[in-house]
């Protein structure tokens, strides 16, 4: 075990290749691996890498651990025994409900004491045993009897001389089905916010349209839930980072997102407030006729300036201040920091991650970042009072779902990281690996890997910290869902680092202690009735989905990826515990795809790295293979292939119709195949070379479709007719 409490397994590549017991006993290798850093692995393609030790080095630095020298290993080699032999407790324990728990006590003596606080800050009262397991040499041993409530609770360990404390993290088994699964199984929309704007937009989708489009999704056609993008913070002026997945901070949400007009002081502006409100709002809402172009910014500027003359008007009601007072006594320290983080962006200018930036060389709690408070009390209230009204307008959202008879109701996805001069970075640099970022290895589609410039997690950090900064980002989504979307879910059991100045090739895996995110997961999830679902495409080791899994986190399926040399699965062969769907964000729509969109934009974008001739080949054998699946399944009809673009409906259609055989209990459908639209949001591989998530939702020929309208179109009823079975809503309802 390393000092993580992660199993350490020697790598050994399909060819039976391994790093030999002599790499295995130098003291580098030693030290990597007590701190679940990788010094091999094994690629897609089943081929071995070992890591280069200048890798190694950087990695750990990033880790806090220098090894800059063959003494600087040996003593911190000599440090990670000692601490591992000489502590009272590990930092973080685990306890399974319904499990006697044996945790040992390295360090401790006979005349240790211990005593546990639970949860709500009474003490435990029944018996905490302590003894010797394996004879009089052996360490103590402390015994978690059955019983203990699922939470997190606090050990406190005296021996005489020395305290500690440790978090005891009691978790369901598994993340129970909510009745509504148990049932039978459910299905839903997938959705980039954003992209779909109202005839009251300010140019870009916003919560008050999420309102709608879960009322209209649950009403018209019978939804049980509908995934949309990450809903993170992102920067409080522009301009504003496109991507979701690039957030400043994943506790807190997106003010951009939030509708003006549906504020209750919004009512009672001023005549003349709320005419410069209004002419706002109309300037902005010219952005909702684009159907190419979605300007975050141009929206952004005007609402801003909007919500400010709204925060002045103040909260006359007296339960509304209440309301607001209690919200900020609950975010508390965390709440002040990103506000204050607000400030600075504001006032300083955007941050940066260099030695004169106020990011920087000032914290949270620095006597100049106080006088800036002081100096602008205003703006910091202004950003807690945004923080409110956004989870306000998401939690209507959730409300409005509910009310239209969705099961589920809203599932929101959590992206892997933030940008690393975002809030979540400046208030707490301790959590964040500052040396390294995260990303991918090469790959068969990536050759040179991919680098995603968002800081690791620190994993010491967590387990030392017991894991409170990832319990208040779960435990904050889950208050206005009823379901998270894990992206990229292998990154709860490791993260591919890179070191600073280093390509993406040129990194290692670090490992993370997943069973005690895992749960988190699973306290949260059972807390809230809610569903989890992990994002684990492409190449996983099965001890992955199987944690995963047992742990009652459901997997991901994409009907496009379930094939081999152009032949695709059977459906009834795709996994129980799993949402399937046709496609993802990251591929062109339906449509799109079937027009070999995904080839067009490669190769005008020059992203190919092969002849253009070979990778339309590729995909023309994929698609002949799909079609091939569709007909041999029953799903379509062979006479649609002889004029594909005239049936693209029905080939659509079949595709999402061969999802019914499958067993997996959660089914999604995406909104952008619903109306035929043929562009991508995502093209993996580029920044603004293409307008990534900032496209419009549109139909084939280009035409924006309004929230108001899509859930009547005669397109996407009948879509959502074949995602219910064929069957009639009316007759459901009934």
Same mark, same amino acid.
């Given at each position: ?6 199993? +350490? ?44 030790? +200048? ?16 003494? /600087? ?72 009897? $059955? ?16 305290? &500690? ?54 009403? /018209?056609?019978?939804? @049980? ?6 809903? *993170? ?12 997945? %690039?957030? @400043?901070?994943?506790? %807190? ?28 709002? +109309? ?98 209230? %202004? ?60 790959? %068969? ?29 779960? *435990? ?33 895996? $670090?490992?993370?202690?997943? @069973? ?8 949260? &999830? ?18 992955? &989905? ?53 080839? /067009? ?45 005239? *049936? ?72 959502? /007719? ?13």
């Amino acid at each position: 075990m390393d000092v993580n409490g992660t199993p +350490d397994v020697e790598q050994v590549d399909a060819g039976g290749e391994s790093e030999g017991p002599e790499r295995l006993r130098r003291p580098l290798i030693r030290l990597a691996k007590a701190y679940g850093v990788a010094t091999s692995y094994t690629g897609q393609q089943g081929e071995f890498h070992r890591i280069d030790d +200048d890798v190694l080095v950087s990695v750990l630095a990033a880790l806090g651990i220098d090894a800059s020298t063959p003494q /600087k290993i040996d003593a911190a080699v000599n440090r990670a025994e000692e601490v591992g032999a000489t502590r009272l407790c590990p930092p973080t324990v685990l306890q399974v409900e319904g499990e006697e728990t044996s945790v040992t006590l390295p360090g401790a003596s006979d005349q240790v004491k211990v005593g546990l606080t639970l949860e709500d800050g009474s003490t435990y009262r029944g018996k905490l045993g302590v003894g010797r397991a394996g004879g009089p040499s052996a360490p103590l041993a402390l015994t978690l009897p $059955v019983g203990i409530p699922i939470g997190y609770h606090i050990i406190h360990i005296e021996d005489g001389e020395r305290m &500690a404390d440790a978090t005891l993290m009691v978790s369901p088994r598994r993340i129970p089905l909510p009745d509504s699964l148990l049932d039978h199984r459910r299905w839903g929309w997938t959705v980039q916010l954003y992209s779909v704007r109202s005839h009251r937009s300010w140019g870009v989708g916003d919560y008050a349209d999420l309102s709608l489009l879960l009322s209209e999704a649950g009403e /018209k056609t019978g939804a @049980d839930f509908m995934l949309i993008n990450p809903v *993170h913070a992102a920067e409080p002026v522009t301009p504003l980072t496109p991507s979701p997945y %690039f957030p @400043d901070s994943r506790e %807190f949400l997106n003010a951009s997102y939030i509708r003006p007009e549906e504020i209750p002081e919004y009512d009672g502006l001023a005549p003349e407030d709320r005419s410069r409100v209004d002419a706002l709002k +109309d300037k902005a809402a010219a952005g909702n006729r684009n159907p190419d172009f979605l300007d975050r910014d141009a929206m952004w500027e005007a609402k801003r300036q909007a919500l400010e003359i709204v925060f002045s008007q103040g909260l006359t009601d007296a339960g509304r201040r209440e309301g607001f007072e209690a919200f900020k006594r609950a975010g508390g320290a965390e709440l002040d920091a990103y506000a204050l983080w607000c400030t600075a962006y504001q006032w300083w200018g955007a941050p940066r991650d260099e030695g004169d930036s106020w990011f920087t060389r000032y914290g949270p709690s620095s006597p100049r970042v106080k006088a800036l408070a002081r100096e602008h009390p205003e703006t910091v209230e %202004f950003n807690r009072w945004l923080q409110w009204v956004a989870e306000e307008q998401l939690g209507q959202a959730q409300l409005a779902a509910r009310r239209s008879g969705m099961s589920i109701g809203l599932m929101e996805d959590m992206a892997v990281g933030v940008d690393p001069v975002g809030s979540d970075v400046w208030s707490h640099p301790e959590l964040f690996a500052g040396g390294a970022t995260v990303g991918a290895p090469p790959d %068969f589609f990536n050759q040179q890997g991919q680098n995603w410039l968002q800081p690791p997690l620190n994993p010491i950090t967590l387990e030392e910290t017991g894991y409170e900064a990832y319990r208040r980002l779960v *435990h904050g989504m889950f208050s206005h869902c009823g379901a998270i979307r894990v992206d990229h879910a292998l990154g709860l059991f490791r993260l591919w680092w890179i070191p600073r100045g280093q390509s993406a090739a040129r990194g290692t895996y $670090v490992t993370y202690r997943h @069973d005690a995110m895992l749960a988190v997961l699973a306290i949260e &999830a059972t807390r809230a009735h809610g569903v989890v679902i992990g994002e684990d495409l492409g190449v996983v080791p099965p001890h992955v &989905a199987s944690a995963l899994a047992g742990r009652g986190v459901l997997g991901t399926i994409i009907e496009w990826f379930e094939q081999e040399d152009g032949v695709f699965r059977d459906p009834a062969t795709y996994r129980r515990y799993a949402l399937a769907a046709v496609t993802t964000h990251d591929m062109p729509p339906t449509a799109g795809y079937l027009d070999y969109e995904q080839v /067009k934009v490669r190769d005008r974008l020059h992203l190919l790295t092969q002849p253009v001739e070979e990778f339309q080949a590729a995909a023309r054998r994929e698609h002949e293979g799909m079609m091939d699946f569709l007909v041999k399944g029953g799903w379509l009809d062979a006479s649609a292939l002889e004029d594909e673009r005239a *049936h693209e409906q029905e080939i659509v259609e079949a595709m999402h119709r061969a999802l019914l055989r499958s067993p997996s209990l959660l089914l999604a459908a995406s909104l952008a195949d619903g109306v035929g639209e043929r562009r991508t949001q995502n093209q993996p591989g580029t920044v603004d070379e293409y307008p990534n998530w900032r496209v419009p939702l549109a139909d084939g020929d280009r035409n924006p479709v309004y929230a108001e309208d899509v859930f009547s179109s005669p397109r996407v009823q009948s879509l959502s /007719k074949v995602m219910r079975g064929g069957e009639d809503l009316a007759r459901r309802a009934g």
